[in-house]
């Protein structure tokens, strides 16, 4: 592999975190500012998704199909439909920060179903990681909502333990995400039907804003940062690609704050420096058991 990135790769990796970060605030406008139901718009994202991908869905069924949809479903659908009813009351730049629970979150379901071994070093990591996020959790103020978090943390906790069992399964990430949306359809639909309400009229109310926010999740995002992150995994060392996604949260704060007008108090200044310093550890420190490309990146 080449030891370094060509503007190119550079280039693609900048798009990525940008469509990352900014995912997090158009999802704050569709459900806070727009009113979008979170479960209806995990819907819609995810039809999205299958839409686009349906040329994957029609070729062969992927062996284990029961388990793809299952561990597709936690990295998607529930991660994301949990972190959307979190946005509903906390700020993109404190869920932003959350998001960086993921590589420590994932590194410890690795400790405990793969046999993986923590030096102190990444230990450390991990402590600093959680213990950031932490404190911006559970430090009240106007953008970080602890409740909101709450369910932010969720998210971030169950698609971290379905990425660590991702290794078992031999399916191309296009088509994990193609099946993950349709096992996202078959929960969300009927849930959004029997806990959510007015769907169709906050569509009706702004059905171009409501359609840009669910092509930008669906497409520019899911099928689009997402396919274009692995590629790179294919071309270039992991250890070049993972240290470059911790742009995300300083880019998720920086829109956060022009877009949606966050506030950033001391609490996610703070603790979003310990999660930032904990998760550089751990995607430069090397694991035995996990590929990097299976570290959670910090972005919905």
Known sequence: MPKNLPLSA??????????????????????????????????????????????????????????????GFAITGGSFGLQFVGLQTASPSAVGIVNLSGAPLTVLFAILFLGEEVRW???????????GVGLAIGAPSEAGDPRGLGFAFAG???????????????????????????????????????????????????PLAVALCVLFAGVIVSVGAHSAYFRLFQTYDANLIVPLTLLTPLLTISFGT?????????????GGTMALAGVAIIV???????????????ET
């Open 156 to 206: 971030v906790f169950i698609g971290a333990f379905a990425s660590v069992f991702v290794k078992r399964l031999e399916i191309g990430a296009a088509t994990l995400q193609a099946w993950a949306g349709v096992a996202s359809l078959a929960v969300m639909l009927p849930a959004t039907l029997l806990l959510e309400s007015g769907q169709i009229e906050v569509v009706r109310a702004a």
């Open 258 to 270: 022009w877009l949606t007008g966050d506030t950033i108090h001391w609490p996610l200044i703070v």
């Open 284 to 298: 430069i420190r090397p694991s035995r058991t996990l590929p990097k490309e299976q570290i959670p990146k910090p």
């Open 121 to 131: 070093r990444r230990g450390l990591g991990m402590a600093l990681a959680l213990g």
């Open 10 to 71: 550079l280039g693609i990796m900048l798009f990525c975190n940008v469509a990352w970060a900014m995912n997090i605030v158009v999802s704050k406008i569709a459900v806070a500012t727009l009113g979008v139901p979170p479960l209806f718009y995990t819907v819609l994202r995810s039809a999205t998704v299958v839409a686009v991908l349906m040329p994957l869905l029609l070729r062969q069924r992927p062996a284990r199909l029961p388990l793809v949809l299952l561990i």
